[in-house]
C-alpha cells in the first residue's frame, strides 16, 4: 500500500542547477499538492492541483513551476535554485475537495533538498 | 484572518503522565475542516485526526482525546499516559471550506522523557 511516493528523499544542489521532484499516488485521488516545510515552522502550500489538467499557486509559488502529467503524478520543478529553496518537500493528495465526508489529505514522506 | 496558533512550542513531560496540546483557529468561514498530524524524527507526516465544523463530538482512541470547542474556537489533543513513542512534533492545520489551502500551526515539539 504506497500511497504517497515521492522522490528523490534527498538531494543536493548547487546554485542555480535545476531539478525536478517527483511524486505519484495510487489512491485515485483527484486533488494534488506541494509544500515546503522550513525549520520549526508549519508547511506551505507552494502549489496544487484541484483535478488532472488544472493548478494553481499556492502561498510561495515564486521559483518553481509543476506539472500535472497525469491522475497520478505531479511534479514540481526548480529551474535555478536557490540557497532560500533549502526545504523539506511534501507531496500530498485528497481524493477531492476537502469538503467531501470523510475526505482528508495525506502526505508523501518528504524529499530533504539543500541548495548550496 | 485564518489562522491555526499553537502557543506551546515545546512540552516536555516524563513518561506516563498525561499531557495536551492546545490550538486554537481563526476562520471567517462557517464550515471547515481541522485535522491533527504528528512528525515523529523521522520526518514522515502521520494523519491522526479530522473534524468538521459541523460536528462537535470529542473523541477518542486510544490513549489519544480531541476537546474541539467551536465557542472558544478550539482544538486541543490530548494524550493520556504518554509514552515515549509519543515524542514528535504535533501539527494543527484548518481548511476553510471556500479554499483548498491546509492552514498549519507552527507545530508543538513533545519530549516524553522515559
Known amino acids: 500500500n504506497a500511497g504517497v511516493t515521492q522522490t528523490p528523499k534527498f538531494q543536493v544542489l548547487k546554485t542555480g542547477q535545476s531539478m525536478t521532484l517527483q511524486c505519484a499516488q495510487d489512491?485515485?485521488?483527484?486533488?494534488m499538492y506541494w509544500y515546503r516545510q522550513d525549520p520549526g515552522m508549519g508547511l506551505r502550500l507552494i502549489y496544487y492541483?484541484?483535478?488532472?489538467?488544472?493548478?494553481d499557486k499556492g502561498e510561495v509559488p515564486n521559483g518553481y513551476n509543476v506539472s500535472r502529467l497525469n491522475k497520478r503524478e505531479f511534479s514540481l520543478r526548480l529551474e535555478s535554485a536557490a540557497p532560500s529553496q533549502t526545504s523539506v518537500y511534501f507531496c500530498?493528495?485528497?481524493?477531492?475537495?476537502?469538503?467531501?465526508?470523510?475526505?482528508?489529505?495525506?502526505f508523501g514522506e518528504g524529499s530533504w533538498l539543500t541548495v548550496v | 484572518a485564518q489562522k491555526v496558533t499553537q502557543a506551546q512550542t515545546e512540552i516536555s513531560v516524563v513518561e506516563k503522565e498525561d499531557v495536551t496540546l492546545d490550538c486554537v483557529y481563526e476562520?471567517?468561514?462557517?464550515?471547515?475542516?481541522l485535522f491533527w498530524y504528528k512528525q515523529p524524527p523521522s520526518g514522515e507526516l502521520v494523519f491522526l485526526i479530522r473534524r468538521n465544523s459541523f460536528d462537535e463530538q470529542n473523541e477518542i482512541s486510544g490513549r489519544y482525546s480531541w476537546n474541539f470547542q467551536k465557542s472558544t474556537s478550539s482544538f486541543n489533543f490530548t494524550i493520556t499516559a504518554s509514552q515515549v513513542v509519543d515524542s514528535a512534533v504535533y501539527f494543527c492545520a484548518l481548511i476553510p471550506d471556500s479554499n483548498y489551502q491546509l492552514i498549519w500551526g507552527a507545530g508543538t515539539k513533545l519530549i516524553i522523557k522515559p
Open positions: 489512491m485515485n485521488h483527484n486533488s
Open positions: 492541483s484541484a483535478s488532472e489538467g488544472t493548478t
Open positions: 476562520t471567517r468561514d462557517t464550515t471547515y475542516y
Open positions: 500530498a493528495s485528497s481524493l477531492i475537495r476537502v469538503s467531501s465526508s470523510g475526505n482528508t489529505i495525506y
